[in-house]
Every structure is written in C-alpha cells, then in structure tokens.
C-alpha cells in the first residue's frame, strides 16, 4: 500500500521558518518526482516545488524558487520542504505527492498519482 506521509507542520510566526518532512513507502519511488502543494480555505490547490526522489532535479513555480526550498534527506529517506521568512499568507494545508517521471513541469495536480492526508501550516502575524 503506498502510503504518503507529511510532517512538521504547525503554528509558526511571521518571518519564522517551518521544515516540512514527506516520507513515502509502499513502493519503489526512484522513477518518481515527489512534489509538493498547498491548498488555502477557498482556493486551488497550488504548486510548491518538486523534485526527483534521487534529488538530482528540482521544479520550482515559473515565480521563482523563492523562500520555499525542495530537498532530499538521504539519512532519513524523506522529501524536505524548508520554509523560511513564513507569512500569514503562507497558511495552508501542505500535501505531498508523487508523479512518475515521465517529463512535464510537474505543477498541475493531475501528473501525480499519489497523494498524502496534508499537514496544516498556521502562520500568525
């Protein structure tokens, strides 16, 4: 059973930094991106980043990588997403999911065939 799991959300202030963990089981992941995505109260799921599960590519919106970072955690075998300088804005549920690598932009929900429950991110002004 392929499971999808994030961690590390929570309450956070603004201008502070939450690291969020994916780590995914129930099957072998090389041939797939992990990506990530976030869904605020009324809106559309949105694109975060994405990356190879080797780590050796990144996807980013076409806006620029910005305060948001993609990497891999090869000690614990888990996806990160590093957050930094967080605002109110910020706030939403944050959803891992896998794509196979089939070459695309990895930005649309629809390229991925898994998804995780979410985890919610808070941020206070």
């Known amino acids: 059973q392929v499971q999808l799991v994030e961690s590390g959300g929570g309450l956070a202030q603004a201008g502070g930094s939450l690291r969020l963990s994916c780590a995914a089981s129930?099957?072998?992941?090389?041939?797939?991106?992990i990506g990530w995505f976030r869904q605020a109260p009324g809106k559309e799921r949105e694109f975060v980043a994405a990356i190879s599960w080797g780590g050796r590519n990144t996807f980013y919106p076409d806006s620029g990588k910005g305060r948001f970072t993609i990497s891999r955690d090869n000690v614990k075998n888990t996806i990160i997403l590093q957050m930094n300088s967080l605002k109110p804005e910020d706030t939403a549920v944050y959803y891992c999911?896998?794509?196979?690598?089939?070459?695309?932009?990895?930005?649309?929900?629809?390229?991925?065939?898994?998804w995780g429950q979410g985890t919610q991110v808070t941020i206070s002004s």
């Open positions: 129930g099957r072998s992941f090389s041939s797939y991106v």
């Open positions: 999911a896998a794509a196979l690598a089939i070459g695309g932009t990895y930005s649309y929900t629809n390229e991925y065939d898994y």
